[in-house]
């Protein structure tokens, strides 16, 4: 029971900021620290003590203080005071720091092909297996554009590469993909290792 329970008791971790938080000028004392604050923002927006703030780390009240104010400097954190019951309390909102992030989500997303570069890539595709493409296969290439984000240029030349190997199979046009990366499908000079499907091994075409 307590097992499963060290196992699984995690704190949610933005991904995006996971993997950017540098480009925002974040260091790790303040991944700490905002991550803390989402923690504890799905409960409450009232700013904690900062005690409570620097409790298990290494950073003390003052290094708190400081990164909360450098989150405020740097347009990521809004905290304000109210008067709530009689009482001034300070509540803290993140919504400048989600901003930012959908902005770089954005500008990191690749760019999407022209219609007519992927209507001229299905056209080169039929062409070259001299028959129109099945639906399954219409929707396998269409995944690798929209979920995969392999580019035209990409399919089109690992496609060619497959070809060379007198392979139709975009089973095995999707290993090239997976081989060569996502921008470029590079030609490799080496021979493609071609499957036995009946054997359950790789060998060289011959």
Do not use: C
Request: aromatic letters at 8%; proline letters at 4%.
């Amino acid at each position: 029971m307590i097992d499963d329970y060290i196992r699984y008791v995690n704190v949610p971790v933005n991904k995006i900021l996971l993997d950017h938080y540098a480009t925002l000028d974040i260091d790790e004392r303040a991944m700490v620290v905002i991550i803390r604050l989402m923690d504890i923002h799905q409960q409450s927006s009232q700013l904690p003590e900062f005690t409570s703030l620097s409790k298990g780390t290494t950073m003390s009240e003052g290094d708190i203080s400081k990164v909360i104010q450098g989150l405020i400097q740097k347009g990521l954190l809004e905290v304000e005071t109210i008067k709530e019951t009689g009482k001034y309390i300070e509540r803290f909102n993140l919504e400048p720091l989600y901003s930012k992030l959908v902005q770089l989500f954005e500008s990191a997303e690749p760019a999407k092909p022209e219609p007519t570069e992927i209507r001229s890539l299905f056209e080169y595709v039929e062409g070259l297996y001299g028959r129109v493409i099945s639906p399954n296969e219409f929707e396998r290439i269409n995944s690798w554009l929209e979920d995969s984000k392999y580019s035209p240029e990409a399919i089109r030349n690992a496609i060619d590469l497959a070809y060379q190997n007198q392979i139709k199979s975009l089973q095995y046009v999707e290993r090239i993909l997976g081989q060569t990366g996502r921008e470029t499908a590079e030609v490799k000079e080496e021979r493609m290792p071609v499957r036995s499907w009946l054997e359950g091994e790789d060998v060289y075409d011959q």
